[in-house]
């Protein structure tokens, strides 16, 4: 049942929606999960109408398949969804790590250093949703101090299935166990601010999660 806070003004469909686009997100809702409105209903405490209009809305973001005559369903995510989303956040976030390395305050870089720690113990304590927490603020600190406004735009737009796909490539915790030496090489490159070092490390780093990908067919375990 959601969680209604009384300080909470927003409506109600904006709750379930976002609810709901979590879970499907985060994995709670897996690929290929029928959508039953009266169920998501009775879980969430609501009428069936703002389930409706988040499902609706979900489906025009791809995140909800609707077949007729059949209802509505989580939609799938293949290896070529995945090798799609890399390809795009190879080329955005190698450009924003080459900006980085050139532009990050010393603030900005205590904190990515503080995070990349962070994520570090995260993986040696297995935690897998504290290995998600850093990974993403750890892409995002370098994004975020690029100073491109439209880069940082467009990125934020990925982020979201970049989100779900976390969410699945962290079921494989051998992928996981690399991750730290990579984080390393591209903080060490923008501390040194070399720009080409920075985004070729980026560029690596993107490459062998798409040999994960591509060589194991990487899926979401419930598909």
Do not use: W
């Amino acid at each position: 049942m959601l969680n209604f806070d009384i300080q909470n003004h927003r409506p109600l469909r904006e709750m379930v929606y976002e609810e709901l686009k979590m879970q499907i997100l985060t994995g709670a809702i897996v690929p290929g999960t029928r959508m039953m409105e009266v169920e998501l209903a009775d879980e969430m405490g609501v009428s069936r109408t703002p389930i409706r209009e988040a499902i609706r809305k979900l489906e025009k973001e791809g995140l909800v398949v609707i077949e007729p005559r059949r209802g509505a369903y989580a939609s799938q995510i293949s290896t070529e969804d995945m090798v799609e989303i890399l390809e795009v956040r190879q080329n955005m976030e190698g450009l924003a790590a080459y900006f980085a390395a050139s532009r990050m305050t010393p603030q900005q870089m205590s904190e990515l250093k503080d995070v990349s720690n962070k994520y570090n113990k995260a993986v040696s304590e297995g935690s897998m949703e504290n290995m998600i927490k850093y990974d993403t603020r750890f892409h995002r600190i370098i994004v975020e101090s690029c100073n491109n406004k439209i880069l940082v735009q467009m990125i934020e737009q990925l982020q979201e299935l970049v989100l779900r796909f976390r969410y699945i490539y962290y079921d494989n915790f051998r992928r996981a166990e690399n991750m730290p030496e990579e984080h390393l090489r591209i903080l060490q490159a923008i501390e040194s601010r070399d720009t080409d070092a920075a985004r070729k490390m980026a560029d690596v780093h993107i490459d062998r999660l798409k040999e994960l990908v591509i060589g194991e067919g990487v899926t979401q375990k419930h598909i």
